[in-house]
């Protein structure tokens, strides 16, 4: 406690004088910026005044207490949701999260009973919100929507727990879900948690190659898929991607008994789709005759919730275990705050629910506020680039929640209050035009820092309290102790650069890694004793705001999404004409746009686009035929914010060997410009050769 208390202190006394926001004002105000450091922007007194944490103080305050006092500022929160049971008072929490003092077994709420469905639902029904919109849906094409109500919701999860039950679906149970952002998907969740059985989501991005491997991995009682999904112009054909992955599972001994496959009309019709009699079931014929009540199972709070896999630097993906309790207290309570929720808000996060953003900021933490959710099936550029802004209009959204990119600038936005930024660093100038064009320079933008392990926000602004820094992540989030370490281990304090680490326990932090508790402490506590590591880099300022630098792993961060190149590599020596593949990431400016992430994620596309790109293009044909050596080794240029150094010395590793330089390109065709951007400047496909 000695120690946490003086980082609280340290963290405390900063940003300098942004107690007195008026005066510091005057004088920021008042003189020309002398760099990104010195750039506050300050929120209006109205909109503070009406915030949940109106000030610095109050933050403070509440910051303090979070810390110094943990378990009963958790404890005041957790009683106002619903729990069976109550849990320990006498151990809140575990505290240990250092592997030289034994095993790190985090728990949280220890000996609570309680139900995350029921709180998301059953209480907000009784709370009157019965019959307020839950969900808005809107459908790729323009036109297609529909709604669900609070009471409507629950009726729809409880017909599909009972189906679930039915099937032999139990209590600690997996059931994997591929599914793309129709409300069938938080409805596939919802349904699992209330009866204890943990969901696995896997992005329909994915590869068969990679669903398949989560199968195997957590060996679930059921798959619950769609036939098809229509992304813009295209058809995704899901339910060949789920047979195939699971033909793969089965010749690996894990078989399927029930794939549950959901219409979805405006992309496929049944008649089109492939079927194995025994195995597939229509979701539209069955799960409707069952009751529109079911009975929840009360889980203890450390019962698994589910399990999302994430991309590591090596091996296979990691699947990443949260628990009940914690993780419940911790996204409901980092969407109250992050946000600044108020009941008549609308709240739309662009994420998938294949991400952690769109399990703790889709699905639960909203849900658990009450919040009215908008989802959005398509992608944000069809039929054009003004899709976001038309949604943003047509239900009045109020909280806008998305990864920084560009859009156009059109349509009124009016309703707009709270904007919100995830996955990646979003440099000044992009912060910059989403506060003055998006938000109108009227809208707090939360910078919301997360990782799939921390299951929630851990550095964010909290709208309206702060003065921001465009760029900045701000301060950590309510009982958070983040630490900077050099490559030693050593902490570092006051202006400072180095690596992100946690040291204290959260309550949405991850448990486990499924089946691999080694690798979890290896991979995460080891690294440096004492702490969690979180492969981020990480400098905070004069002031104590942090600033993200992104990942120093081998990880590529393609807008906000983690993807491992053993992945993309493995990915794209599928491919009948590549033979090795050696992938790197280079930094990028702008990063892809978030259409663009899809394609990039749907590697049968990227290697179609190969196809497209690379093999007619003269260059590499006459490189292929030409080089002395048979093998290509392709390097995949994309991805934002790689520390350039260690890339450029494993590329010449490649050097003397043939290689082919794929470039990939943006939505108008156009080549990004990572091929001129430091380190790469001047750099020729000759260079490779
Ligand atoms: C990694 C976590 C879609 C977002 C969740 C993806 C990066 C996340 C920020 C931010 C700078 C960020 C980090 C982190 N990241 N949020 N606000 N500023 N970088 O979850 O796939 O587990 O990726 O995303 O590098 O480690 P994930």
Known sequence: TTNHLRHVELLTTLPSGAGEISPLNAVILGEALASEEDDLIFSNKEFSNKAHVSSPQK??????????????????????????????????????????????????????????????????????????????????????????????????????????????????????????????????????????????????????????????????KAVITCNAVRRGSKVLNLKNIVDAALAESTNNGVSIDVCLTCENQSAMTRETTKWQIDRDVWWQDIVSKYPTTCEVEWVDAEDPLFLLYTSGSTGKPKGVLHTTGGYMIYTATTFKYAFDYKPSDIYWCTADCGWITGHSYVTYGPLLNGSTVVIFEGAPNYPDSGRCWDIVDKYKVTLFYTAPTLFVNRYSRKSLRVLGSVGEPINPSAWRWFYNVVGDSRCPISDTWLQTETGGFMITPLPGTWPQKPGSVTFPFFGVLPII????????????????????????????????????????????????????????????????????????????????????????VSHRQCAEAAVVGVEHEVDLSPAYLYRLLDFTDLILKMDDLIFSNKDFIDLKNGGSNSKSYLIVIGGAEVPSGRRLVSLDVFRGLTVALMILVDDAGGFLPSINHSPWNGVTLADFV
């Not at 599914?179 to 919802?190: D, N, Q």
């Not at 902490?491 to 691999?516: H, K, M, Q, V």
């Not at 508790?517 to 690294?527: D, S």
């Not at 979180?534 to 906000?560: A, E, F, M, P, Q």
């Open 485 to 572: 370490v050099d490559e030693k281990g050593n902490e570092i304090e006051g202006e400072c650069s180095g690596y992100l680490c946690i040291r204290n326990s959260w309550p949405g932090a991850f448990r486990t890694l499924y089946g691999d508790h080694e690798r979890y402490e290896t991979t995460y506590f080891k690294p440096f004793p004492g702490y969690y590591y979180s492969g981020d880099g990480c400098s905070r300022d004069k002031d104590g705001y942090h600033w993200l630098t992104g990942r120093v792993d081998d990880v590529i961060n393609v807008s906000g999404h983690r993807i491992g190149i053993a992945e993309i590599e493995s990915a794209l």
């Open 59 to 220: 933050y403070l305050e509440m910051y303090k207490r979070s810390i110094v006092d943990s378990a009963g500022f958790w404890s005041d929160i957790a009683s106002q949701f619903y729990w069976k049971q109550r849990w320990d008072e006498h151990c809140v929490y575990s505290e240990n999260l250092d592997v030289r003092n034994g095993d790190i077994r985090i728990q949280w709420f220890k000996g609570g009973v309680t139900n995350i469905c029921y709180n998301a639902l059953d209480t907000n029904i009784q709370a009157g919100l019965g019959d307020k919109t839950a969900f808005f849906w809107e459908g790729n094409d323009l036109g297609q929507d529909a709604t669900l109500t609070f009471s409507q919701l629950l009726n729809k999860v409880c017909q599909l727990a009972n189906y679930l039950k039915d099937i032999g679906v139990k209590k600690g149970d997996a059931v994997v879900i591929y599914l793309p952002m129709l409300m069938e998907l938080p409805i596939a969740m919802l349904a699992c948690a209330r009866i204890g059985a943990v969901h696995s989501v896997v992005f329909v991005g994915f590869s068969s190659e990679s669903l398949s491997q989560r199968i195997m991995d957590c060996k679930p």
